[in-house]
């Protein structure tokens, strides 16, 4: 990886007409954005389908895109649908943050009409991806066919013979919902079809796409329903034990995240087929990806499943380098990106130097007035990735008022600031110390070139209710900032060819 910098912007964030990002001309018109600010990359966040809490880490499926992310206007292009048609789509939506209770009531149902406008199913093309697809589509396509005519809920409440796939029910369910099974596989068609277009057209200008995938699967998913063999379920379809942390000093009863294990037995008997499969569709849609909880392969931690806390939960020994040596055999080079925040082991960073791949180092972390911090730009390696913050965390701007005094000027002595300045320019001083560090590549938020407060926050971790809903709004990302960021990339040295 070359010396360079990149954006964060997940593509929900986006302005559009339609009350959340997507492939429209906007996508289109960042990407050029990106290019005159001298950027060589656009990190977004993971592209599933989304189910209640909004979270693109808890999809229903791992190899499906999100149908919202379906460009409206290019439906109309097609004929499939009329400017009338979205303009419906619009009403009750907000410029500034998504509105999913809005998209939920109305987007399917347009996406039904483009659907039964199509007559895909004798396009050759949509044929041959349904073709190529096989080994996920049919099975993600009747599983959403048969959640929606059960009113959302969860598979793990389903009736045995389909929780539990006996093939008369399979044969039986599928000849019943044949039509909303169609509809979900043309959903996959247009989301690819259309995300092929616009990372092509991104590539094309020198800009290359990072993704970003959660290490686990939701647990009601395609993914689980279709494959239970792959995870610690009983011989009844049930989660014995669920990933998540230990308590620590953030949190007296630790992390329950009620995601479910992955057999790694299974996985290994099977010559881990299964992840080389999901690690080839991320690279069709990615040019590098992020992995989430790396250190979940060197060692998860198991709660027994149906505890309330994280508090009883125990060590397990992940794949370790097995699982990428296989990748790696099989897909070739693993342009790859750890997680690896948090408290790490001996053993997991032995993993992360044998596996080759940068780490992350965030800036928001570094400066701790009790002690020495790894993510004071000192410490960085070259293969590394800098961030002043991520998605779970605050915008830089609003960050600085969270700081105790102590820490701030932990803060302003580092950056050799005598004293407090405003909050704007302290925040341009944080992208600064990231882009002058010797870490290979840097990625700042959207929001911190804007120096938004949290109100523009993507997610706080572990809560409900005002997260993933941030929106750009259309015309800030200006040709000025951009050739604000483009000379203070230059200046850093992460300009392709200069």
């Known amino acids: 990886m070359k010396r360079s910098s990149g954006i964060l912007l997940p593509v929900t964030s986006l302005p559009s007409r339609y009350g959340i990002g997507c492939f429209d001309r906007s996508a289109y018109d960042f990407v050029d954005q990106l290019v005159k600010a001298g950027q060589a990359y656009w990190q977004i966040l993971p592209m599933g389908p989304t189910g209640y809490g909004d979270s693109p880490y808890q999809a229903f499926s791992t190899f499906a895109g999100n149908p919202y992310f379906i460009s409206l206007d290019e439906l ?8 009338q ?26 996406l039904k009409r483009a659907y039964a406008n199509s007559g895909i199913e004798s396009d050759s093309d949509y044929n041959t991806f349904v073709q190529e697809n096989a080994d996920w589509l049919p099975d993600y396509a009747l599983f959403m066919a048969i959640k929606d005519s059960k009113k959302g809920q969860s598979y793990l409440e389903w009736e045995e013979d389909i929780r539990l796939r006996h093939s008369d029910a399979m044969v039986a369910y599928r000849n019943k919902l044949i039509d909303d099974v169609n509809f979900y596989q043309f959903l996959q068609y247009e989301f690819a079809r259309q995300w092929k277009a616009l990372k092509t057209y991104a590539n094309q200008k020198g800009v290359s796409i990072i993704g970003d995938i959660p290490i686990y699967v939701a647990l009601d998913s395609a993914d689980t329903w279709a494959h239970p ?143 020495d911090s790894d993510y004071l730009p000192y410490h960085y390696d070259k293969n590394s990735v800098v961030y002043t913050g991520t998605h779970d965390n605050a915008t830089t701007y609003g960050w600085w008022d969270e700081l105790t005094k102590e820490d701030k000027d932990v803060a302003l002595r580092y950056m050799n ?76 040295g992460r300009i392709k060819g200069q």
Not at 85 to 110: N, S
Not at 300 to 310: E, L, N, R, S, V
């Open 76 to 83: 109309t292009k097609k004929g499939y649908l009329t400017e």
């Open 85 to 110: 048609d979205c303009q419906r789509a619009a009403e009750g939506t907000d410029e500034k943050y998504i509105r999913y209770d809005v998209l939920y009531e109305k987007r399917f149902a347009l």
């Open 229 to 371: 063999e792959l995870f610690q379920f009983d011989e009844q379809g049930q989660p014995i034990g669920v990933a998540g942390c230990p308590p620590d000093a953030f949190s007296a009863t630790g992390q329950l995240w009620g995601n479910p294990l992955y057999d790694w037995e299974e996985h290994k008997r099977q010559g881990y087929a299964w992840w080389v499969a999901r690690i080839r569709n991320c690279y069709r849609w990615y040019d590098i990806v992020r992995i989430d909880h790396f250190r979940g392969f060197d060692e998860y931690y198991a709660i027994p499943y149906g505890d309330k806390t994280a508090e009883f939960g125990r060590w397990e020994p992940g794949p370790g380098m097995e699982l990428f040596r296989v990748l790696s055999e099989e897909l070739g080079e693993l342009p790859i990106i750890a997680e690896d925040l948090g408290f790490l082991t001996d053993s997991v960073r032995k993993l992360l130097a044998d596996s080759g791949f940068p780490g992350m180092k965030v800036l928001q972390f570094a400066f701790d007035s009790r002690e």
């Open 417 to 492: 600031r005598g004293k407090w300045t405003s909050r704007k320019k302290l925040t341009w001083d944080m992208i600064c110390l990231a882009m002058s560090s010797v870490s290979d590549l840097c990625i700042i938020p959207m929001q911190d070139y804007l120096c938004l407060p949290n109100s523009a926050r993507i997610n706080t971790p572990s809560t409900l209710g005002f997260n993933w809903q941030w929106r750009l709004q259309r015309g800030k990302f200006t040709d000025e900032l951009c050739e604000k960021i483009r000379r203070m990339t230059k200046l850093y």
